[in-house]
């Protein structure tokens, strides 16, 4: 054990500051959990007391949730760790965390596989994978999305995981029916890779065309069980994606339809809308700058790549498009090149670091190629000390001021976008269920009812058969509403005037400002 430690010293310190990153304050930053992380949980929770969803469907393999069809995997995970700790904020996003370091610990492996095969010299490639490490690590990107319950987080860890795995399967193939298995996950993890995978297998099966026939050839009956079985677990959640209501969430978020949930022509409007939400994930703009739209995309004032590492970036795709011969080089440009498809379909925010996240262990190798590429062409012993010395600096300069950003400024800037203030609301409401006869609580911020059952610990069962029947959720019409004797009314400074003499407190946002006013009549 001892001589293991001491061996792997640098990617044991790496992974426990990547531990630390993700962990500090897990609970309360970001500074509540979003309604679909509310959503997650109460489903988990109902799926792990009662075997189904919060709509009573036994066992589902998608979610209606909110209408939007979630995937399974991340619900039956945290179904588990629900059972462990109880419905809580830790329980809900642990899962996301413990995913995003497996992700960690597999880009070391996969940087670590394909250093000897792309064009890095040799005195080099034992700094490719501690380097891509380190990048990743240290990721705004990535640990942003580490931290709450997002799904592509959790599929962003199967494609890297399979991805590696089918790597290492080209000289071993038992290693390919588990590089299938992960792949398969991502499916019933998200919906991205139902659009990335199928091109990105293509990719991968061209490029190790020659070897996979070689091994074909001679475990043809191993490799025919594995594809029979692979197809067959794939067929529950394509079904289950494109038939029924399911179906219908490609109608409401992607530009495949128009306004009225009409099919679009495949005309020169179409292209155009394709071809610019894919080109403004290659802006600089993209990775060096902040969100002003969405914070729960991303910060305020830091883009998702430090300077230093965009800067690799850019170096890697020219090295890598000189390369192309190379089919290490061809795989790592053409991931990321591909995983930026998914996100282009999307009918909102552009560009979105979100479902373009299968992009990041590509760009993130691009990045170490790049760096590494420009240090060894330095010839010069002190010139090569001081950029390096420079870029060291600005890199932890810059790494220091996001990280201060996230931990400190953001959980107060970002607090409407996470729909801070509800589980103030719903405690609050719990407190007067004795002294009312109905508690209104406002729609105006979204989905209030999950939110309720999920911080008043609701047990389902009751829920299912009306426990909540003095509850109801809606708009506040203020001026008919505060004529009903003795209701609870919850909802927005917009609905409620703060002044209002029918109101017994205010729950403010941390910055201060109302988010919540509270009214009994």
Avoid: C
Avoid at 36 to 42: L, R, S, T
Avoid at 301 to 317: F, K
């Amino acid at each position: 054990m001892v001589k293991v430690i001491k061996k792997n010293w640098l990617i044991i310190l790496i992974l426990v500051v990547a531990a630390f990153i993700r962990l500090y304050k897990l609970s309360v930053i970001p500074s509540s959990l979003d309604w679909d992380e509310v959503a997650i949980g109460w489903n988990a929770k109902t799926i792990f007391h009662t075997r189904r969803d919060e709509f009573g469907k036994l066992l589902p393999l998608t979610f209606q949730s909110f209408g939007d069809f979630k995937a399974p995997f991340l619900i039956y995970l945290t179904t588990l760790f629900v059972g462990l700790f109880g419905l809580s904020e830790l329980a809900v996003r642990l899962p996301s965390v413990l995913s995003s370091l497996v992700t960690i610990i597999t880009v070391y492996l996969l940087a670590k596989e394909i250093s000897t095969k792309l064009n890095i010299q040799k005195r080099y490639q034992t700094l490719f994978p501690y380097l891509s490490t380190i990048l990743i690590t240290l990721s705004p990107w990535h640990y942003f999305f580490s931290r709450p319950a997002f799904e592509p987080n959790i599929a962003l860890m199967w494609i890297t995981l399979g991805t590696y795995l089918f790597i290492k399967g080209i000289s071993s193939y038992k290693f390919i029916p588990l590089s299938g298995l992960a792949f398969l996950a991502s499916l019933y993890t998200y919906h991205s890779p139902k659009l990335f995978l199928p091109p990105f297998l293509l990719i991968l099966f061209t490029l190790f065309f020659k070897p996979l026939m070689s091994q074909f050839k001679k475990h043809s009956k191993f490799y025919f069980i594995t594809i029979v079985i692979l197809i067959a677990s794939s067929l529950p959640i394509i079904y289950a994606t494109f038939s029924g209501s399911a179906s219908s969430r490609a109608t409401t978020t992607t530009i495949l339809y128009d306004d009225q949930n009409n099919p679009r022509n495949l005309d020169v409007s179409f292209i155009k809308d394709l071809s610019s939400n894919y080109l403004t994930h290659l802006t600089p703009q993209f990775y060096l700058k902040g969100t002003h739209s969405n914070y729960r995309l991303g910060l305020k004032n830091s883009g998702i790549m430090t300077y230093a590492q965009w800067l690799g970036l850019i170096s890697g795709i020219t090295l890598l498009l000189f390369s192309w011969k190379n089919k290490y080089a061809k795989l790592i440009l053409l991931w990321f090149l591909l995983a930026i498809f998914p996100s282009t379909l999307g009918k909102d925010i552009m560009p979105n670091n979100l479902r373009s996240l299968n992009m990041l262990p590509a760009a993130t190798l691009t990045s170490a190629y790049g760096l590494i590429f420009i240090f060894s062409k330095l010839k010069n012993i002190k010139l090569k000390s001081v950029i390096a010395l420079l870029l060291i600096v600005f890199y932890s300069f810059q790494t220091t001021t996001t990280l201060k950003e996230y931990f400190i400024d953001f959980p107060v800037y970002s607090a409407p976008d996470w729909q801070y203030g509800y589980q103030q609301a719903v405690d609050l409401a719990s407190q007067y269920e004795d002294e009312v006869d109905k508690i209104t609580i406002t729609t105006h911020y979204g989905e209030p009812h999950v939110f309720t059952y999920f911080y008043q610990k609701r047990d389902p069962q009751s829920v299912f058969w009306g426990g909540l029947i003095n509850y109801r959720f809606r708009s506040i019409n203020w001026e008919q509403d505060k004529n009903m004797k003795k209701n609870l009314f919850i909802g927005s400074p917009d609905e409620i005037p703060i002044n209002d003499s029918h109101i017994i407190n205010i729950i403010y946002y941390p910055d201060k400002t109302p988010a919540f006013v509270v009214a009994k009549t």
